[in-house]
């Protein structure tokens, strides 16, 4: 959240939420009212914990997929980070420019997380068909790979996306 927005909420609005929350702790007592109250916030680190190990292994299976199509090396593993990285970065970019807008953060966060989980297991079937010798002219070979680091690069956005639609108080 940003830091003028916190600051515009008046005095009796941060009293009443921290009253609320004491009386809970209060009535229920020790650790399971602290997980209580703050379940929303335990919900939201799992999901960005999912939400990270998810992408970490699609990295992974992209850099192993990709390593087939244009070989296993260094150079390889560098496009795929560099691809998704800038991706989440554009994705997280752009979207917090209209991250006002969306009325259901939620909703969006796991829409989106629903598109990178098709578009990357679709991705990870697909490239392995994609050999070199698929292509029978170099530079079908060579459009083919931009093309694929373009869909890495686009799943990467769209993760961007939904981290910035999480994050965004709704």
């Known amino acids: 959240l940003p ?7 008046p005095a009796a609005f941060w009293q009443t939420l ?5 009386e809970v702790r209060n009535l229920i007592g020790g650790p399971n ?17 999912a939400s990270g190990a998810a992408a970490l292994t699609f990295e992974l299976l992209w850099f192993r997929a990709l390593g087939r199509v244009l070989g ?20 997280g970019f752009v979207a917090a420019r209209w991250a006002a807008r969306i009325r259901n953060p939620a909703r969006a966060f796991a829409l989106a ?9 679709l991705l990870v079937w697909v490239l ?18 931009y093309i694929l680091v373009l869909l890495v690069a686009l799943l990467g956005f769209i993760h961007g996306v939904s981290l910035q639609a999480a994050l965004h108080p709704g």
């Open 3 to 9: 830091l003028r927005m916190l600051e515009a909420r």
């Open 128 to 145: 392995p068909a994609l050999s070199p010798r698929s292509f029978s002219l170099a530079a079908f070979r060579q459009t083919a790979n």
């Open 18 to 22: 921290f009253r609320d929350a004491a």
């Open 113 to 121: 997380e629903l598109v990178v989980a098709g578009g990357g297991t």
């Open 72 to 91: 296993g090396t260094v150079w390889t593993a560098a496009v795929v980070l560099t691809a998704f990285m800038l991706g989440v970065a554009l994705g």
């Open 33 to 49: 009212a602290i997980l209580l109250v703050d379940l929303p916030f335990v919900v939201l680190a799992l999901a960005f914990f």
